[in-house]
């Protein structure tokens, strides 16, 4: 079964700085999604980036991109010029259209971001 | 109604007592999902639905059950609540066919308190 796996619970950065979120995920499929989910104190659920994986370029968002590393089954978000509105909790999750995820995401526990004025 | 619409927001529910949670979207999305938010575990999938008329089970559906009777409603009930059914709880749906895949909208949740 595919898995989705964020190290660390907690992160902080210093407003104007940059920071790395990590994601490795687990599946036997050679074609699926990435998504990095935010999720501000107000619990609403915000898309930031996606990724496709037939697609070797990274996904960039303004302040927001992604290291993909396909071979290390790695999803890492890169937050540039933090700002006070990105704290948050952020999730990665992987989705797959051939049923091995029954269709639906699959979410790691999240990565709470501090950010320090 | 704009995306998906959930109520209630919050709720305190006595052990026992049956409760359901109600999700309306107003999009025409087939798919439809309720997760269940825990601090460290991230977002479960209780139940799911690919279509109206079809349900399946998620990673974690005991104690709760969902019905699809039309397109636009994917109610979950809790037919006796636990206190570990504590929880928010988000209702999803998502883009059909050949847009952004895997895509999900979020109802913006729902905060149940079991006592």
């Known amino acids: 079964a595919q898995t989705v796996t964020q190290s660390q619970p907690e992160m902080s950065v210093q407003e104007a700085e940059t920071v790395t979120l990590s994601c490795t995920y687990d599946?036997?499929?050679?074609?699926?999604?990435l998504f990095w989910y935010k999720q501000p104190p107000s619990r609403q659920m915000i898309l930031v980036i996606r990724?496709?994986?037939?697609?070797?370029q990274n996904a960039t968002e303004n302040r927001f991109s992604v290291n993909f590393q396909k071979a290390a089954k790695s999803f890492s978000l890169k937050i540039s010029d933090s700002q006070l509105g990105d704290a948050a909790m952020y999730f990665c999750?992987?989705?797959?259209?051939?049923?091995?995820?029954?269709?639906?995401?699959?979410f790691g526990k999240g990565t709470k971001l501090s950010v320090k004025p | 109604i704009a995306g998906i619409t959930q109520a209630p927001t919050s709720q305190i529910l006595a052990a026992g007592r049956r409760m359901t949670l109600r999700c309306t979207q107003d999009?025409?999305?087939?798919?439809m999902y309720w997760y269940r938010q825990d601090l460290g575990l991230g977002l479960r999938l209780i139940h799911y639905?690919?279509?109206?008329?079809?349900?399946g089970k998620g990673e974690v559906p005991d104690g709760y059950s969902v019905s699809r009777a039309n397109t636009d409603d994917f109610p979950l009930t809790l037919a006796s609540a636990v206190p570990s059914q504590t929880s928010v709880y988000f209702c999803?749906?998502?883009?059909?066919?050949?847009?952004?895949?895997?895509?999900?909208?979020f109802g913006s949740g729902t905060q149940l308190s079991v006592l």
């Open positions: 999803a749906s998502k883009v059909p066919g050949h847009l952004p895949r895997g895509k999900l909208f």
């Open positions: 599946t036997s499929e050679s074609d699926y999604y």
């Open positions: 990724q496709e994986a037939y697609k070797q």
């Open positions: 999750a992987y989705y797959d259209d051939y049923g091995g995820s029954q269709g639906n995401l699959i």
């Open positions: 999009m025409r999305h087939n798919a």
């Open positions: 639905s690919n279509t109206a008329g079809t349900t």
